[in-house]
């Protein structure tokens, strides 16, 4: 049997529909290869989760020698002194007082411990999240997602959560303009509070770029007047730093371009350059609200994914990969905002570092190009260059590359990108 027939006979989840997937038998740094030999530009990156490149040796050679060494203790049994460097070096470099951190295996399973850490340190039960946010696949995790499409098939969710509109200029949800709304989304937060809460509200959980909504980059003041409304009523903000972090649009963590601090963080997708790993982290004080044994993970921690995120923290820093992305991701946006100016199916380019979206729209209404952007991807494909999908209708390209991405390998795909994107009549 070859491995598609596999795939239909023996596992579960279906692949991306309208997408025909690539058998990928190997890959390093941007390149992916296929069964047949063939050599596809990644600019997904296993969506946003090898920031330092396919196989990057340092990386490789941290999770041999500690595989050789120990594979699995238990992080919540026994000491494992990969975890505890690894959560000094978070703490490290995280921004503001953020210190202790929990170990786990999945974005989703991070973003639940933090949650229940907020509820356990504030006492409180209420949830704030944003519409078109969207944190995971588990039921406590879609029930803070603003999006039907993840949530389908999967109800009731969890009471107690309310959403804000989301800081989306594009098709602003109050009809407003940037910047001489004000910034009316985030000041809707004192609305949110005041009428869909009982004044328990925990935490606003939100992604300081919100990824599979799209790539949409909140306006520059959100985050400080989201701050003021969630600081004046006592919650905490929890960032979901799953996709955009380490060094994914150009700094180590998204919410370092908006100087707020949060009160927690959750984080995975890039922490250990494609080992699997989550952590979340908190203020010490916040972090005391747990005592032991309130909350585990037996695989959580593992250490031969800790050796790894240690080694991959090292190489972001050393090989400045959030400069190479700030540099490769202007180039990208520059040209694929040059391709707008002639292309009315382009309607908005967006993006912070390597973290780019494409807006496809099919006229001056702005109706969502759907069918448009599926074309694209498949177009792109064939071409040997891979995207992804996102947004609320499916119509946003996604340019997610690994962040050692060369300026041949960005200039190379945004030459695909162009060529695919004239190829759709509409
Ligand atoms: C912002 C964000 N949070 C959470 C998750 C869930 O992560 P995981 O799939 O590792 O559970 C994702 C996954 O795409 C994400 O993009």
Same mark, same amino acid.
């Given at each position: 049997?070859?491995t ?18 690539i ?5 390093a ?18 969506i946003?989760?090898v ?36 959560a ?38 209420e949830l ?29 969710y ?7 509109? @989301?800081?989306?200029c ?6 407003? #303009?940037?910047? =001489?709304?004000? &910034?009316? !989304? %985030?000041?809707? +937060? ?12 925990a ?13 949409i ?66 203020r010490?004080?916040? @972090? ?9 993970? #037996?695989?959580? =921690?593992?250490? &031969?994914? !800790? %050796?790894?995120? +240690? ?96 300026? @041949? ?18």
């Amino acid at each position: 049997m070859g491995t598609k027939e596999l795939y239909d006979e023996y596992l579960i989840t279906g692949m991306v529909d309208g997408f025909e997937p690539i058998e990928v038998v190997r890959a390093a740094q941007c390149t992916l290869t296929g069964a047949d030999g063939r050599a596809y530009l990644d600019c997904f990156s296993g969506i946003a989760v090898v920031n330092a490149g396919h196989g990057h040796p340092h990386v490789l050679a941290a999770a041999r020698a500690q595989m050789e060494a120990l594979v699995h203790c238990g992080t919540y049994l026994y000491y494992s002194p990969r975890a505890g460097e690894l959560a000094r070096r978070l703490a490290a470099v995280t921004p503001g007082r953020l210190q202790k951190s929990f170990f786990g295996n999945s974005g989703a399973e991070a973003i639940e411990g933090a949650l229940r850490l907020a509820k356990q340190f504030t006492g409180r039960k209420e949830l704030i999240a944003l519409n078109m946010g969207f944190h995971g696949r588990t039921a406590g995790t879609l029930s803070i997602t603003g999006n039907r499409s993840r949530k389908k098939g999967n109800g009731p969710y969890l009471a107690g959560v309310a959403f804000a509109p @989301a800081p989306y200029c594009y098709r602003c949800p109050l009809r407003q #303009t940037y910047p =001489g709304c004000g &910034v009316a !989304c %985030a000041e809707y +937060l004192a609305e949110v509070l005041r009428c869909q809460t009982a004044g328990d509200v925990a935490a606003f959980v939100a992604e300081p770029v919100m990824g599979e909504g799209g790539i949409i980059v909140p306006p520059p003041e959100y985050f400080k007047i989201a701050m003021r409304h969630i600081r004046q009523d006592g919650a905490l903000f929890l960032v979901d730093e799953v996709q955009s972090g380490f060094g994914r649009t150009g700094k180590l963590f998204a919410i370092e371009h908006y100087d707020v601090e949060p009160d927690l963080m959750a984080m995975a997708k890039g922490i250990a350059d494609g080992f699997p790993l989550s952590a979340f982290i908190a203020r010490a004080e916040i @972090a005391a609200a747990f005592k032991p044994g309130d909350h585990l993970s #037996t695989f959580g =921690g593992n250490p &031969v994914s !800790c %050796a790894a995120a +240690l080694a991959n923290i090292e190489v972001l820093l050393a090989e400045d990969l959030c400069g190479n992305a700030m540099r490769r991701g202007a180039q990208i946006r520059q040209r694929l905002e040059a391709c707008r100016e002639r292309q009315p199916l382009i309607g908005e380019v967006r993006g912070l570092g390597l973290m780019i979206g494409v807006e496809l729209v099919t006229d001056r209404q702005r109706t969502p190009g759907v069918q448009a952007a599926r074309q694209i991807r498949e177009a792109c494909r064939q071409q040997g260059v891979l995207i992804g999908l996102g947004g609320l209708y499916g119509n946003v390209l996604r340019v997610q590359p690994p962040l050692v991405l060369t300026a @041949a390998e960005a200039d190379h795909a945004c030459d695909v990108m162009e060529w695919a994107i004239k190829q759709v009549k509409i």
